[in-house]
């Protein structure tokens, strides 16, 4: 499968954003799909997944209530909506497919990546 991630930019602190992973080749309901961030000088974390059909879905404590994952199978797109942006938000997005039946939060469980999708939050 490809992944193509999207919106990204920069917005004021409070504001909001809204990113999308674009998907192609394989079922993409085959795949847990999930969104991860770095930022600079830091190592790669999880933000959020979901299920291969979107009946379960985790958020990372630090973005939690703010942060909502959706996908639609049908257009093969996966969502990150994120409102109330922090500077602490600022880092390269990344979305990312995985073949394992369980919805997974740590990044070795993925088997496809993103090219990432630069989001800043300023202050």
């Known amino acids: 499968v490809q992944l193509q991630a999207s919106g990204g930019g920069l917005v004021q602190a409070g504001g909001s954003l809204r990113l999308s992973c674009a998907a192609s080749?394989?079922?993409?309901?085959?795949?847990?799909m999930g969104w991860f961030r770095q930022a600079p000088g830091k190592e790669r974390e999880f933000v959020a997944a979901i299920s291969r059909i979107g009946g379960t879905a985790y958020t990372a404590d630090s973005v939690k209530g703010r942060f909502t994952i959706s996908r639609d199978n049908a257009v093969n797109t996966m969502i990150l909506q994120m409102n109330s942006l922090k500077p602490e938000d600022t880092a390269i997005y990344y979305c990312a497919a995985s073949s394992d039946s369980a919805v997974a939060r740590t990044a070795r469980r993925y088997d496809y990546w993103g090219q990432g999708t630069l989001v800043t939050v300023s202050s």
């Open positions: 080749g394989r079922t993409f309901s085959s795949y847990v």
